[in-house]
């Protein structure tokens, strides 16, 4: 693998590679997979845990494979992802959640199990499922859950679920959603602790469906936000919502950020609109102006848009406003509803910009304490999206998700519409609005600001901050690990490698030495993209 540093930079060298040799439990799991995990140092191991849930202890300085645990992963089921972003070690346990929906605890030194729980939902096709860490606060262990989008209106709800860190046995449950005829806005994404605080703030996702909101009036309260639970109990402390009532798939899909503001506890909130909030950690309340704006109505029957959403006054980190490229991408512009953000989907179709996938998205941001600075890989896609009456989409003979990246046809089951949706691309696969399509940007906490902004191409995965370096590699087919200047953005070394790295990297102190590792093996569901399973260090002089 070719190594690449400026004068100046730090030296880095390849320290190990280690090939996992995962196994799917069915086809379907191997086609969409996707290896998005981080890899942690813990009671002197690295662990590492596949898109199918095997999860591996290595030997920090060769990557020596120590032991390895494979939870048998239901072979009859239809999995909506393929994806597993971590694990948590607290106490000497190692706790991951699983594809088919159970919470485990291994001991971290053995892999021998300690306990295992089914959390047991309603849909056993594959479309409630475990694909990000849980935290652990105290005797606490907190764990989320990914939900299958547009599949049908009433889907699972998103609960939020607490075990005995000891037992495996339920301690309490939080729900974002009422009963009724709509569920999800769960908390998929990577969620924050803040032990000291006994606090747990989960970022929620849009109830269902997402591009229909007729059956679920109003603002849909706990969707949409971070909410902040007492992790004890889980009695709500507060929420803020970011979106209401959702029309666009904008979850909050970025990891809550416990950063500082002026000496005292606040939240960092990344969306992927591509705004930040920050929050008192305490109250929830907002510590930079945000506005109520009218935005965009419905023209959709029975839909109740909601007539204004938040914006941050300063906090914007990608383009708010879409402009298409000349020529065939501004032909096809012309021909969609787009009125700027928050533009309702529609039956004639809609652009929306940002896209679903960001802004930010699960990879989140890091943060540099020293600095103010939060680091945030994001994307500047648009999507098409478009409402299909029921009766028509019932007789086109589609009836269930046929899901890739950033592009989706679902019957939305129960909504008077099914819905389509697609990257807008050109036909050479070149996004249609103006470049940048990505960039990696500093946002000064403090302000909202940005301090710098590199640009990129369009990323799946995040960034890492560790020694004034900001290390990110999940750019979309370039396999290549980068590091750039925390100061300015410039970059200042880079390694290619054997796949895309759609994840974010580790990284740990060893025998005085710092390693950044980083799990690379493309994405099941970006076409054309080579997978692998490879788990890559580097050691940093």
Request: aromatic letters at 10%; one cysteine or more.
């Amino acid at each position: 693998m070719a190594l690449f540093a400026v004068d100046g930079s730090p030296k880095i060298e390849l320290a190990w590679t280690y090939h996992t040799k995962a196994v799917a439990p069915n086809e379907r799991a191997a086609g969409i997979a996707a290896f998005e995990a981080t890899p942690v140092l813990a009671d002197g191991l690295v662990f590492v845990i596949t898109p199918f849930n095997q999860v591996i202890a290595l030997d920090p300085e060769n990557g020596t494979e120590r032991w390895r645990f494979d939870p048998q992963l239901a072979q009859d089921r239809s999995y909506s992802e393929a994806t597993a972003r971590g694990v948590v070690v607290s106490g000497g346990v190692l706790f991951f959640g699983t594809l088919d929906a159970r919470i485990i605890a291994l001991r971290a030194s053995t892999g021998k199990l300690v306990w295992e729980t089914r959390l047991d939902p309603q849909s056993k096709d594959g479309n409630y499922q475990i694909t990000s860490p849980p935290v652990v606060s105290g005797s606490t262990v907190i764990i989320g859950s990914s939900i299958g989008d547009n599949g049908r209106a009433e889907m699972e709800r998103g609960t939020v679920r607490a075990f005995d860190v000891q037992t495996g046995k339920l301690k309490w449950t939080w729900d974002p959603t009422p009963p009724g005829k709509t569920g999800a806005a769960n908390a998929w994404a990577p969620m924050s602790v803040d032990p000291k605080s006994d606090m747990v703030l989960i970022p929620t996702g849009s109830a269902s469906p997402d591009f229909y909101g007729g059956l679920r009036p109003g603002n849909n309260g706990y969707a949409n936000s971070v909410v902040a639970l007492q992790a004890s109990s889980g009695k709500l402390l507060w929420s803020f919502q970011v979106v209401h009532h959702d029309l666009w798939d904008y979850d909050v899909a970025s990891r809550p950020e416990l950063i500082e503001i002026a000496g005292k506890p606040a939240v960092g909130v990344l969306t992927k609109i591509g705004h930040y909030f920050a929050l008192d950690r305490m109250t929830g309340k907002p510590l930079l102006p945000v506005e109520e704006r009218e935005v965009p109505r419905s023209d959709i029957p029975g839909e109740s848009a909601s007539a204004t959403q938040p914006f941050p006054v300063s906090g914007l980190f990608t383009s708010q406003k879409f402009v298409p490229r000349p020529g065939w991408c501004t032909e096809q512009f012309r021909k969609l509803r787009y009125e700027g953000l928050f533009t309702p989907p529609s039956v004639n179709g809609t652009l929306v910009f940002p896209g679903n996938v960001g802004g930010a998205n699960w990879g989140s941001g890091s943060y540099d304490r020293e600095r103010g600075l939060l680091f945030v890989a994001a994307n500047r896609l648009a999507t098409m999206v478009r409402l299909i009456p029921r009766e028509k989409f019932d007789a086109s003979g589609h009836g269930e998700t046929g899901e890739r990246w950033g592009q989706e046809y679902a019957p939305q089951k129960g909504a008077p519409y099914g819905m389509a949706r697609r990257t807008f691309l050109e036909a050479d696969g070149r996004p249609c609005g103006e470049e940048p399509w990505g960039a990696l940007v500093a946002i000064d906490v403090a302000t909202g600001k940005l301090r710098w902004e590199t640009p990129m191409m369009v990323g799946i995965g995040g960034p890492l901050f560790a020694d004034g370096l900001v290390f990110f590699g999940g750019s979309v087919f370039q396999p290549k690990l980068r590091a750039f200047r925390a100061d300015d953005g410039k970059q200042v070394w880079e390694s290619d490698l054997p796949n895309v790295a759609h994840s974010v990297p580790g990284t740990y102190l060893w025998k005085g030495k710092r390693y950044v590792v980083v799990c690379a093996g493309g994405h099941g569901k970006v076409d054309g993209e080579p997978k692998g399973d490879s788990v890559v260090a580097y050691r940093v002089n």
